[in-house]
């Protein structure tokens, strides 16, 4: 496995390479990671992870600066999972001269639900991926369904610029608890951690209780809200929504058995925490 830090260095030894899989991460690796590269190396071309800590997706206010910086023990873990290259490149290779020219996803997918709390992430998800894409240029790019709006804002990018890229959805991994594995997990003290699982539990049952289309919607959501809230959490949503667009799902829909999903994030302390649960 090569560690590569520049763009020439990457596409000198990608260089006639068609069935590339690219898995984009911002290290600080876990095994929900991990599954998306056996993913991506189950596919049969070279897997290509790349690493970088993206400046333009985190508020002023955000954990940009703590985010942790761990290449050494991110790229042994990437060797076991059987990936070819580590694309680490630093800001200044990124990002040589501010990046001015950014990608605006539509407001309608992008401003709700993460895009409501935290304004602008999804400009700087896509500016970075559409970047590590163009650089990569891989047939293929995996993105965990644990991000389910970043993935559903990547795949109207890839579709509507005709990206040569098929973007490839990766199951959430979760702790035999059930809290979804995150990168931030490592934030939580012991307390918080034995009491993360609660916002899985919650969007289990609000799908649970949503799917029979008696109570209104809005009364299930505040109930969810509620019950974290008296745990001592500060949640920001906790929602269902057509798969389909995001959207809320109509009474009869919901009866109806159209595609939905759970959505949530919820703070535990100073850790941010977002999860999904389709139903
Ligand atoms: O999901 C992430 O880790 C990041 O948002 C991504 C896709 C690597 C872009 O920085």
Redesign the pocket.
């Known amino acids: 496995m090569q560690i590569i830090h520049t763009i020439a260095e990457l596409r000198a030894a990608l260089a006639g390479q068609t069935a590339t899989t690219c898995v984009?991460?911002?290290g600080n690796l876990h095994e929900g990671h991990l599954a998306l590269v056996r993913q991506a190396a189950a596919l049969g071309g070279p897997v290509v992870a790349?690493i970088?800590?993206?400046r333009l997706?985190f508020l002023p206010h955000e954990d940009f600066d703590r985010y942790p910086r761990t290449l050494q023990r991110d790229a042994e873990l990437l060797r076991g999972a059987g990936c070819d290259i580590v694309f680490a490149p630093d800001e200044r290779e990124l990002y040589p001269e501010p990046q001015v020219y950014k990608v605006a996803p539509p407001a309608a997918l992008a401003d709700i639900l993460e895009g409501e709390f935290r304004p602008g992430f999804f400009t700087?998800?896509c500016t970075?991926?559409l970047k590590?894409l163009q650089i990569v240029q891989p047939a293929q790019a995996v993105?965990?369904r644990k991000?389910y709006q970043?993935l559903q804002v990547?795949e109207g990018m890839a579709r509507q610029f005709a990206l040569p890229t098929r973007i490839v959805a990766g199951d959430t991994v979760r702790a035999a608890d059930g809290l979804a594995l995150s990168?931030r997990n490592g934030f939580l003290s012991d307390s918080e951690r034995a009491e993360a699982p609660a916002l899985a539990r919650t969007l289990a049952t609000l799908a649970a209780a949503a799917r029979d289309g008696v109570k209104p919607l809005a009364a299930l959501e505040t109930e969810a809200l509620q019950t974290l809230r008296q745990r001592g959490w500060a949640p920001d949503y906790l929602t269902v929504r057509r798969r389909a667009d995001l959207l809320a799902p109509s009474d009869d829909e919901r009866r109806a058995g159209v595609p939905l999903v759970a959505l949530g994030a919820a703070r535990l302390g100073s850790t941010r925490l977002i999860d999904n649960l389709e139903f």
Do not use: E, K
Request: no cysteine; aromatic share 10%; glycine share 10%.
């Open positions: 984009p991460t911002m790349t970088f800590v993206n997706q700087g998800v970075v991926v590590l993105f965990g991000d970043q990547i990168s």
